[in-house]
């Protein structure tokens, strides 16, 4: 890996330090360390070095026995094979006892965010990341002058997706991998509001997604992603379960031979998962609203008792898919946008092509649904219209 200003890979000193420091009575932290077996599956661990995703409880389970968080993110071997096989469920293997050493870690500042062109970036990590020497430049626009990323920090990409993270986890993962308070509040506050946000050593993209079980009491509520972009990996937030991680990891399986998987690409990969799960739904919509539109005024007296429910349950649902577009369409722009000015933590310009797709379909499915909502706003128009005549009819007839 490499040792720029944005290598980002814990060493077991750093992570057993964290445990060690905050592993008191007075933390409660059995929801990291606690070794139960009735707990879910709430951490995986994907990287293109091994063969098979890890599943774990908690965070000292990712390591295998004798296995470094270090050589873990590093893509090195451990020295006991793990039981599970490349399908990507969850592994049988016993939770192993975390080590902790005396040795007192250093930490330095959280990261800060990228300055303007016209700002300097302060001498605030004189010794790098996790203490590592290094350079100082500008971490934003390179002007040749800084040094140049090492070419193996993309060799070996590592994804670490997190269900419900509890605030000891929250606080192990911020000063290990130097996220900033504010992402770090967005996160545990579990901010709406979807955004692309460029910081000294990453960039956050805040994603929403729904939950899309029908059977749930919370079908079509909003779930939001956290998505957190180093150059040499990535991690990701979510607070509910979520089939997108899955998706992603199998599309990896699919195409590794074909693509480059790097963080970039698994970011692109998770927002495009997102999108394409509105598709089914707003085709369904679209069938609903045609078939709306054409029994509406043709339908009998006995027919109709039931057309008002369903334009309302229609409008209802396409109201709340308009409510999760929202700013999507903007948010990938910007990060596409971004992919073409040159930041070094920003996405390389390959990937903003398939942003700019993705884009496209984002505008193109807001546009259907607001179409969607003009005919069913036109199609309750013309049925109480229609109820309007026959009760005229009706009274006439009467007298």
């Known amino acids: 890996m490499g040792s720029g200003p944005l290598s980002v890979v814990p060493s077991n000193d750093d992570v057993a330090s964290m445990f060690f420091q905050i592993a008191s009575p007075h933390h409660g932290i059995g929801s990291i360390v606690s070794p139960g077996h009735d ?26 026995e004798g296995q470094s968080f270090e050589d873990l993110f590093s893509g090195r071997a451990s ?14 293997f016993p939770a192993p006892t975390p080590v902790f050493t005396s040795r007192q870690a250093v930490f330095i500042p959280n990261g800060q965010r990228t300055p303007s062109s016209s700002e300097q970036i302060s001498s605030s990590y004189p010794n790098g990341f996790l203490g590592r020497p290094t350079e100082k430049a ?5 002007d040749g002058s800084g040094p140049v990323p090492n070419a193996d920090a993309e ?20 000063k290990v991998f130097s996220i900033h308070p504010l992402t770090t509040e967005d996160i545990q506050m579990e901010e709406a509001r979807e955004k692309i946000e460029l910081f000294r050593n990453y960039y956050l993209v805040c994603f929403r997604s729904f939950d899309q079980d029908p059977y749930s009491p919370t079908y079509l509520e909003p779930l939001n992603m956290y998505i957190i972009v180093f150059r040499e990996g990535i991690l990701s937030f979510h607070f509910s379960p979520t089939p997108h991680p899955q998706n992603v990891r199998r599309r990896i399986k699919q195409l590794k031979d074909y693509i480059n998987v790097t963080s970039d690409w698994i970011s692109y990969a998770l927002i495009d998962d997102i999108t394409d799960a509105f598709g089914p739904l707003i085709q369904s919509i679209e069938y609903e609203v045609d078939s709306i539109d054409e029994l509406v005024l043709i339908l009998k007296d006995a027919e109709q008792s039931d057309m008002l429910r369903r334009i309302g349950t229609c409008r209802k649902k396409v109201m709340g898919l308009l409510r999760l577009m929202g700013n999507k369409a903007d948010v990938v722009k910007g990060l596409a946008k971004r992919c073409n000015e040159h930041w070094r933590v920003a996405p390389t310009s390959d990937i ?15 546009q259907n649904l607001n179409h969607y ?13 229609q109820i309007s005549i026959e009760m005229t009819d009706c009274q006439q007839s009467d007298q």
């Open 39 to 64: 707990r879910p599956y709430r951490f995986s661990f994907y990287s293109n070095a091994l063969s098979a995703t890890i599943h774990a409880r908690s965070l000292c389970e990712l390591p295998a």
């Open 352 to 366: 903003g092509l398939y942003l700019s797709d993705i884009q496209d379909h984002l505008i193109t499915m807001t």
């Open 155 to 174: 060799a070996n990409t590592w994804w670490l997706d997190i269900q419900s993270p509890t605030d000891d986890e929250m606080r192990v993962l911020s």
């Open 373 to 385: 909502e003009k005919i069913l706003s036109r199609s309750h128009s013309n049925y109480l219209a």
């Open 79 to 92: 020295p006991s094979p793990r039981q599970g096989d490349a399908t990507g469920e969850p592994p049988t």
């Open 138 to 142: 500008d971490p934003g626009r390179p």
